[in-house]
Nanobody, 123 residues
Framework: QVQLAESGGGLVQAGGSLRLSCAVS????????MAWWRQAEGKSRAFVAA???????LYTDSVKGRFTISRDNAKNTVYLQMNSLKPEDTAVYYC?????????????????WGQGTQVSVSS
């Protein structure tokens, strides 16, 4: 069975940094589009970043220049480096995997999801 295990979340002050990891088991991520989504309390799940086709990336406007998505295929792991964190970045962050032939910013395009990791940014 496929499992996506996020880690690296925590509490950080505004302006700080965190690096999230998503370790995938039961499936190689080599040919998949990998993405990070987040869900703030009281809000719907929102697209954050995606990585596919070797080095293709897409970021939502609010994180552009601050967040970087990357992967290590040898480790079957995806990362989200988050710098200059803001209180509005506070959310549960989810890792997702799907076919690169599907839409990028729609949640239904992703087949596998992790359980999420909490990121809290204080003022």
């Amino acid at each position: 069975q496929v499992q996506l295990a996020e880690s690296g979340g925590g509490l950080v002050q505004a302006g700080g940094s965190l690096r999230l990891s998503c370790a995938v088991s039961g499936r190689t991520i080599f040919g998949d589009r990998m993405a990070w989504w987040r869900q703030a309390e009281g809000k719907s799940r929102a697209f954050v970043a995606a990585h596919w086709s070797g080095d293709m990336t897409l970021y939502t406007d609010s994180v552009k220049g601050r967040f970087t998505i990357s992967r290590d295929n040898a480790k079957n792991t995806v990362y989200l480096q988050m710098n200059s964190l803001k209180p509005e970045d506070t959310a549960v962050y989810y890792c997702a995997a799907g076919s690169p032939y599907r839409s990028i910013t729609f949640s239904w395009a992703y087949d596998y999801w992790g359980q999420g990791t909490q990121v809290s940014v204080s003022s």
